[in-house]
């Protein structure tokens, strides 16, 4: 139970960010989730197409906004269980929402999703909104966002890479958005940390600056072996919609942090 305890309760209760230990426990329970969240839709006959994908999205949005509300003590009032507005759990909360709904608009043939994710998404912006304090940061983010979006997808298009085609320019915008919103908070405005291992470890070593180019070269090579690589469809729809959600749920949280 110690074991438990000083390597996954502690670090969500006292937000003191991941470890070795539970970033690769994370990473096995999540492709093992994917893998039977695939399954289960290959089961079920559910199509994992574009449409899909983004009903989807508002709910991968909402969850960095949950977790900006979670920083900023809104659900403190719910006592132990403001922490399932915490990473890891915010994420099992959020799939099992959109689970359910799937399962629900396959059996009603009603386009609950995309109405559900939005209405919650605007709803729970609003207490965000209201909290802005400065939004030096926020500019200077999504300053940094325009120009490495826009000089990447020109080029990728111009070249004639298919490789932010459909739905693949969601997960990459989300981790342009989470690399540029870092490299705002940590290196420009400061007063932030990185939480995760691996960056910690690599930018121990180089400066955080490269954490852009490095985000955008991991992305895209990811994107590029998906759509080469994995045959089945459920499968490619499952991956990119976990890059889409580590990317952008983060993104949205950094930058809506530095405002608030």
């Known amino acids: 139970m110690a074991f438990i305890d000083e390597y996954f309760v502690n670090p969500i209760i006292n937000s003191t960010g991941y470890n070795a230990v539970n970033t690769v426990a994370y990473v ?17 006959k559910i199509k994992t197409n574009d449409t899909l994908f983004y009903d989807i999205a508002p709910f991968v949005f909402l969850g960095g906004v949950l977790r900006a509300l979670q920083d900023m003590h809104f659900f403190a009032s719910l006592g132990v269980f403001q922490y399932f507005f915490v990473t890891p759990l915010i994420y099992i ?6 689970f ?16 559900i994710g939005y209405t919650l998404l605007y709803a729970f912006s609003v207490p965000v909104l209201l909290s802005v304090k400065q939004l030096d940061g926020l500019m200077i983010a999504l300053a940094l966002f325009g120009i490495v979006f826009g000089v990447t997808y020109f080029v990728l298009k111009k070249t004639k890479s298919k490789v932010l085609n459909g739905v693949n320019v969601l997960p990459f915008a989300g981790h342009v958005l989470d690399a540029c919103s870092s490299v705002t908070a940590i290196t420009i405005i400061g007063g932030f940390t990185e939480q995760h291992v691996l960056p ?39 991956l990119k919609l976990a890059l889409f959600a580590l990317g952008m749920g983060p993104g949205v949280r950094n930058s809506l942090t530095m405002v608030i």
Do not use: C, G, H, W
């Not at 096995?28 to 079920?44: D, E, N, P, Q, S």
């Not at 909360?93 to 959109?98: E, W």
């Open 28 to 44: 096995l329970i999540t492709l093992v989730v994917l893998y039977a969240t695939a399954f289960a839709f290959r089961k079920m």
């Open 100 to 115: 359910a709904l799937i399962v629900i608009q396959k059996k009603t043939k009603k386009e609950i999703i995309r109405k």
């Open 93 to 98: 909360l959020l799939y099992a929402i959109v």
């Open 200 to 238: 910690n470890f690599i930018f121990s070593y180089i400066p955080f600056y490269f954490f852009i180019p490095l985000k955008v070269t991991i992305i895209l090579a990811a994107l590029y072996l998906i759509d080469r690589d994995v045959k089945n469809a459920n499968s490619r729809f499952m």
